[in-house]
């Protein structure tokens, strides 16, 4: 073990778009790690080298974790320390690191979730709408489960969370009109922490009007109010 930090996995979270939101801590966890695992490593790369990290980094992304997750268990438990990175916020909330953290756990290793950014918080927060209950749901079925889906949601109370790609937010917006109703509010947040940072609230129709017009960049989160009880 040529690391000083003890042995464990570290899901480590980074910016989601803001390298000032980058922790002190996160950087000398990877620093000090003996290797990291990325979804991307080119992606990666850059925040690496940004902050002067030479710690050697390993792809580890939703295509091939199933056949990776053997290979890292066995080099921790030969007694090394490694970190989990995703392109942007914390690893296994929407993004790969379930299955390894899961494996951790089975084989008895100890992994250790550093604070950081995620995505959905800051964008509840800012939404206006109740934060004090409320149901992640990430990204929606794309085809198949996806009506049974959103008319399982229609009838949630709580404030409903989203992920969301561009490309797919005009659909999305129009089921939600569709299966929520044109009244419910709804707040859509692009490019967190980014230059380009935009918050659009209002009812289903009125923010589906507003990027039919106006067509949708970035990575969003969308807000949805829970129905009224």
Partial sequence: MSSELPVKLYIVP????????????????????DFILAEDTRTSGKLLKHFEITTQMFSHHMHNEHKTVETVIGRLQRGESAALISDAGT???SDPGFLLTRACVEQGIEVECLPGA??????????????DKF???????????????????????????FYESPHKLIKTLTNFVAYFGADRKV?????????????????AEEVLKHFETKPPKGEIVIIVEGKKK
Avoid: W
């Fill in 14 to 33: 980074t910016p989601i778009g803001n390298l000032e939101d980058m922790t002190f801590r996160a950087i000398r966890v990877l620093k000090e790690v």
């Fill in 91 to 93: 690893p296994a909330i």
């Fill in 118 to 131: 995620t995505a959905f918080v800051p964008a509840l927060v800012n939404s206006g709408l109740p934060n």
């Fill in 187 to 203: 707040v859509v947040c692009r490019e967190l922490s980014k230059l380009h940072e935009e918050t659009v609230r209002g009812s």
């Fill in 135 to 161: 149901v992640f749901e990430g990204f929606l079925p794309v085809k198949k489960g996806r009506q049974t889906r959103l008319q399982l949601l229609a009838e949630e109370t709580r404030t409903i969370i």
